[in-house]
Every structure is written in structure tokens, then in C-alpha cells.
């Protein structure tokens, strides 16, 4: 009978030996997968770096902020693959959004971008242009956190 009590240890500790390899072998599966899952969001998102507080972007066309001396809140660019860059900068306005939407309109006019679609209303106003070299989306509306008019600009180099 003893013997028949070693053999069933004996069984039971390779079965827990077998289900722990399993589970390191699982684990080390789900990582690689995380890993795998990581990169392939990364490719898709791109690969996002701010700038300093206050300050645009470098690569970021400072003639597309329509205010002399901007009040930046945040400035980023996004790298999705070595040829497609996204510059982005939100900045606090000064002058009245109708005002500023006209200016976006005449310099994107007289640099010869295409506009593909723009709108105002009162609550937000939007432009997209594009260009062989670039695309262009401008929001201007009001920061409903600090009550202020605020343009966000996206420039995307192609």
C-alpha cells in the first residue's frame, strides 16, 4: 500500500512541476505579446515628444501662430514613419476669433495651400488645407475650462 502512496506523490509532483512550466511558458508568451502589442501601437500613434512648457515644437512653423507674442499651452510633434511628421501647438488668443480665422484663411491662400474644408459658428470655427508638402488643420473656439479663445494648429509633413 505504501508503494502505492509514493507512486501518486510521485505522479501529483510532476503534474505540479508540468502545470508550473506551463504557466512560466504562458507568462512568457503574454509578454512577448505585450511587446509585440506595444510596437505595433507605436507604429500606428507614433512616436510623441512635448515641448518645453510655453514653448513651440521644434519643426513647427512659427508662421502659423497668428499672434505676436503667443501665450503657447502645449506643443508636441508626433513621428509616425521617417517621412509623415505631425506638429502640433495650442495657443491662447488675443484677438477675436473671426479675426484670426480671416488671417488663417489669407495665409493659407497666398502660400498656396488648397482649403479642403472650413467652417464658423459661433461656438468654434475650423479650417483644413492642404499642400504637396503639408496638410493643415486650424480650431479656433473657447477653452471651456479658463473661458479664453484658444486656436489648436496641427501642420503634418508629408
Known amino acids: 500500500m505504501e508503494g502505492k502512496y509514493k507512486y501518486i506523490a510521485i505522479v501529483l509532483l510532476a ?22 502589442v506595444d510596437k505595433a501601437v507605436e ?30 499651452q502645449s506643443s508636441y510633434s508626433v513621428q509616425y514613419d521617417a517621412n509623415t511628421k505631425q506638429y ?8 477675436p476669433i473671426p ?5 488663417y484663411l489669407d495665409y493659407l491662400g497666398k502660400n498656396k495651400y488648397r482649403i479642403v474644408n472650413k467652417n464658423s459658428t459661433a461656438a468654434v470655427s475650423n479650417i483644413y488645407a492642404t499642400s504637396d508638402l503639408a496638410d493643415i488643420n ?13 486656436a489648436v494648429v496641427t501642420y503634418l509633413k508629408k
Do not use: C, H, W
Open 15 to 36: 503534474l505540479a512541476i508540468i502545470a508550473g512550466a506551463l504557466a512560466l511558458s504562458k507568462s512568457k508568451r503574454e509578454q512577448t505579446q505585450q511587446k509585440n
Open 43 to 72: 507604429q500606428i500613434n507614433g512616436t510623441k515628444k512635448d515641448a518645453p512648457k510655453g514653448e513651440l515644437i521644434s519643426g513647427f512653423p512659427s508662421d502659423l501662430v497668428m499672434e505676436n507674442s503667443p501665450s503657447i
Open 88 to 95: 502640433t501647438a495650442t495657443y491662447e488668443l488675443t484677438k
Open 99 to 103: 479675426e484670426v480665422y480671416n488671417s
Open 138 to 150: 486650424v480650431v479656433l473656439s473657447k477653452d471651456l475650462s479658463t473661458g479664453k479663445n484658444i
